[in-house]
């Protein structure tokens, strides 16, 4: 049976898409972080965006499940793709942040318990595919090479999340698990980002977005890292490699200004996040940092409005849901 015509563009809807719940839940988070300077006001954005990042989860995990039904052979190929296969992790991953943002905000909860449980194994269930593939692939062949991107970042050091709120619900030895796992698999995946680089060069235009994910680990590192009980030293470094990454990220802002928006745009939105979170955490008692922090989180909240609104708009006009280009 054909799939009702209103249905058809939902075929190109890939898992990318979560990466808009993860900037959105990463917001809310870092709203969180700056009610130790704007109280009550702060949580109550940081409540908002949660919100928001829970519509968006919801009307994403309907819509994959109506894709799922009806066009499994799509799903299939993204999981075959070179680049678009890394992108799976951006699902347990929004469950995770999803249930930080409930366990900021109401403490230890059955619902966000499951959630970040579930989440959390995903990650772990992802990492090691992705891990086993690099082995059983040919590495001899451009294929290969062609999904070593920023966007490997995802599932290799996706599992440092769970400390978000691992130890608020109970999950410390979990939590430290994965984190463990994160910081062992980052210096990896660097490492082959870097060849990909020397063997094939940059990754395509449309890409250029994805750059700012090398932003998160070490920004997510030390966030986690706070929770875990890692030396104050160790944190500030991790923040000024997070910098380090930013500024160089920053670098090829005039190749993405020079696009027209594009889903991509999204892995933008976490690792800024994120950064602003640090940045918040990290400038308590210092009030030239923290005014330099609380203008970082108002522009972040800026660009992911932005990121929002012309997503709406996108799907609107209908230039989101098409077909993306076979190769990266």
Known sequence: MSPPLFLKPLQHLGFAWFAMVMGLCGLSLAWHRASAFWGDAAVLVS???????????????????????????????????????????????????????????????????????????????????????????????????????????????????????????????????????????WPVAWGLIGWRILRLGMWPQRLLPLTFITVAPPSVLALSGLNLGLPQALVLGL?????????????????????????????????LAAFAALSLALSLGDARAQHWALSGLFLVTVLIAWLLLATLVGVWQGRLLVPEPSVP
């Open 47 to 185: 409540a908002m965006w949660g919100v928001v990042a829970a519509s968006a989860l919801s009307a994403l995990m309907l819509a994959t499940a109506l894709r799922l039904w009806w066009f499994p052979e799509m799903v299939r190929a993204d999981l075959k793709h070179p680049v678009s296969h890394v992108f799976v992790a951006a699902l347990p991953a929004s469950w995770v942040l999803m249930a930080s943002v409930g366990a900021v905000h109401w403490g230890f909860s059955t619902w966000a318990d499951i959630l970040w449980m579930l989440g959390s194994a995903g990650l772990l269930g992802v990492s090691g595919v992705v891990v086993l593939s690099w082995f059983r692939s040919d590495r001899s062949q451009d294929r290969f090479w062609l999904g070593m991107t920023p966007a490997l970042f995802i599932p290799v050091v996706g599992n440092v999340l769970p400390a978000l709120a691992g130890v608020g619900l109970g999950h410390p030895v979990w939590a430290a698990v994965q984190f463990g796992l994160a910081a062992l698999l």
């Open 239 to 271: 923040w000024c490699l997070a910098l380090l990454f930013f500024l160089g990220s920053a670098g090829v802002a005039r190749g993405i200004l020079k696009q027209a928006f594009g889903m991509p745009f999204w892995g933008m939105s976490f690792p």
